[in-house]
């Protein structure tokens, strides 16, 4: 027998059959407009897999030949066709140079922020901020082997302790425990006396024993006040800028067993235009020297 179709007393409208607590669904169709633009939205896309690459294969899949990687591609070769003549002079030029002028100061320092994101940040920080753990600061005015601009772009080019370089930054501090240097009794007095640089020494006795120790063994590349020298990589240790921290169990570390983090030469792998830019961008971040 055919179902005898029940129509809502309040509204007129067809009921589904369905029906929850006393409430009857509404058979309510779509409107004409949703279903038309629908139809449309679907006929659009049938066309557009047609016409443009849509499967995930290599090469083009559509009519038109259009591949996505070519025109990132060309797009990139466009940019670099305009960019070129300020590259070249960027290339050619000194950081001095670049520094001394605006148009190509402005220019190094938008090419070297995006470098340095992509190159430099995964260790410095967004910023250059740095972080414990042998990272160091690039935005404040504390070198380790220098911020002027000469100096900055040998540290870019050359790298620190990665073996790419005959001409790399190179230091190496002793390991005055693991080598039988000093006991650990006197790694505790140094690094007490290195905490008094900075007037944060806890054992006063501890620390005068270790100023002759000091004078022996680090004055050398420390400096006997612990300012540093950056002609061989020696932080400056009557600060409070630590790379690997400043509490006492982390200088003993140091002295104990080295630290010595490593940076890798930028020369051979970027453009030099780029290691200028590099050099002006990280002179820029606050801390730069003439």
């Known amino acids: 027998m055919p179902t005898k179709i029940e129509k809502d007393s309040l509204t007129g409208q067809e009921t589904t059959g369905h029906e929850w607590d006393g409430l009857k669904e509404l058979n309510t169709p779509l409107p004409k407009w949703w279903l038309y633009t629908f139809y449309a939205c679907i006929a659009f896309a049938a066309v557009w897999v047609v016409i443009y690459p849509a499967f995930p294969f290599q090469g083009a899949?559509?009519?038109?030949?259009?591949?996505?990687?070519?025109?990132?591609?060309?797009?990139?070769?466009?940019?670099?066709?305009?960019?070129?003549?300020?590259?070249?002079?960027?290339?050619?030029?000194?950081?001095?140079?670049?520094?001394?002028?605006?148009?190509?100061?402005?220019?190094?320092?938008?090419?070297?922020?995006?470098?340095?994101?992509?190159?430099?940040?995964?260790?410095?920080?967004?910023?250059?901020?740095?972080?414990?753990?042998?990272?160091?600061?690039?935005?404040?005015?504390?070198?380790?082997?220098?911020g002027t601009h000469d100096a900055i772009r040998a540290t870019i080019t050359h790298g620190i302790r990665a073996g790419e370089s005959?001409?790399?930054?190179?230091?190496?501090?002793?390991?005055?425990?693991?080598?039988?240097?000093?006991?650990?009794?006197?790694?505790?007095?140094?690094?007490?006396?290195?905490?008094?640089?900075?007037?944060?020494?806890?054992?006063?006795?501890?620390?005068?024993?270790?100023?002759?120790?000091?004078?022996?063994?680090?004055?050398?590349?420390?400096?006997?006040?612990?300012e540093g020298n950056r002609d061989v990589g020696a932080p400056n240790l009557?600060?409070?800028?630590?790379l690997y921290g400043g509490e006492k169990r982390d200088i003993m570390r140091s002295v104990s067993y080295s630290r010595g983090g490593v940076m890798p030469a930028w020369g051979p792998r970027l453009d030099p235009a780029v290691v200028n830019m590099l050099t002006i961008y990280v002179h820029a971040l606050g801390g730069g020297e003439n």
Not at 74 to 84: S, T
Not at 238 to 242: E, K, P
């Open 61 to 146: 899949t559509g009519l038109s030949g259009w591949i996505a990687r070519e025109a990132v591609v060309e797009q990139q070769q466009a940019a670099q066709a305009r960019m070129a003549p300020m590259m070249d002079r960027v290339r050619e030029a000194t950081p001095e140079q670049i520094a001394a002028d605006p148009e190509l100061r402005a220019f190094a320092v938008a090419g070297g922020r995006i470098a340095f994101a992509n190159n430099c940040a995964a260790c410095h920080g967004a910023g250059g901020q740095g972080a414990v753990g042998g990272f160091p600061s690039l935005a404040d005015d504390e070198w380790i082997w220098g």
């Open 166 to 226: 005959e001409e790399e930054r190179v230091s190496m501090m002793p390991r005055f425990l693991a080598d039988g240097v000093l006991t650990a009794a006197q790694v505790g007095d140094v690094a007490e006396h290195v905490l008094s640089l900075s007037g944060r020494a806890t054992d006063a006795a501890s620390a005068a024993r270790g100023v002759e120790l000091f004078a022996e063994n680090c004055a050398a590349c420390h400096g006997e006040r612990g």
């Open 238 to 242: 009557s600060d409070r800028i630590w």
